[in-house]
């Protein structure tokens, strides 16, 4: 029998918006026992959590990395994203922001999905720039970024316009054409 599919992560809100994203594709979250890789490159993130989450596993898997790179930062805090938002907080973000005339930066989402034989990724980025004051929920980034085309932080955007233009919505939806592809049981 086939097991179902996993979402390996630890953020709520990630998995209520692929619970919307993926439909009518069915996961079940599961955290793993290990600590995560680190590093500025969400690619090399991606392939070593899908690694290290199928060893433990053993079912068919995807996993979700999304971090923001700001250019007068030379791409930081990119693959670092979660754990330097984690140390600064809004206020220090903002405090180091300050004096950058060039505020612009990319939202970039990469999922990994591992299927046993093969290792896909779908990557999707979105454009925009950091605002000088925060708005919506505090607890990431996406209280300070702006999408382009928008005048308001991603934070502010209800959650089914914001999962049609996000870059997790357009990497879900590649990940999506392949499980159907693929015949994968919704």
Known sequence: ???????????????????????????????????????????????????????????HLFVDHTGISIEAWNDLPGGLSREIWGQLGVSGFLRLMQCETNRRAVVRTIIGYCCSRRIHIFEAEMQGTIATEPAGPADTWECLFIPEGYDKPLATIPLEEKNRISARSRAAQRFKELLARKAVRP
């Open 1 to 59: 029998m086939l097991k179902p599919m996993r979402f390996v992560t630890r953020n709520r809100q990630k998995i209520i918006e692929y619970e919307q994203l993926l439909a009518p594709y069915a996961f079940i979250p599961v955290e793993l026992n290990v600590r995560e890789p680190q590093g500025d490159d969400q690619r090399e993130i991606v392939r070593g959590k899908v690694l290290m989450a199928f060893a433990e596993k053993r079912a």
